[in-house]
């Protein structure tokens, strides 16, 4: 029987945020520039991705909460 399950947003997002990661890793690697404006650089990146990871998983536990919620009353229900 096939799997034709959907990815999550949550899993596309973090996908996405991860290939970001990536590609802003090996630009800063690969730019002419000193290694302490390389580090800053990574430095300012890194806390903006932690930022958007830190929203990302609050807006996933807000779902996945509601999730719960429904089906706790579902089974109420019966």
Known sequence: MANNRTPSLGAVGLAFMGGGLVGAALALVLAP???????????????????????????????????VEKGQEFIKRG
């Open 33 to 67: 520039q000193s290694g302490r404006e390389s580090r800053e650089e990574i430095h300012d990146y890194m806390r903006q991705a932690e930022g958007k990871i830190h929203d990302l998983t609050d807006t996933a536990n807000g779902a996945l909460a509601q999730a």
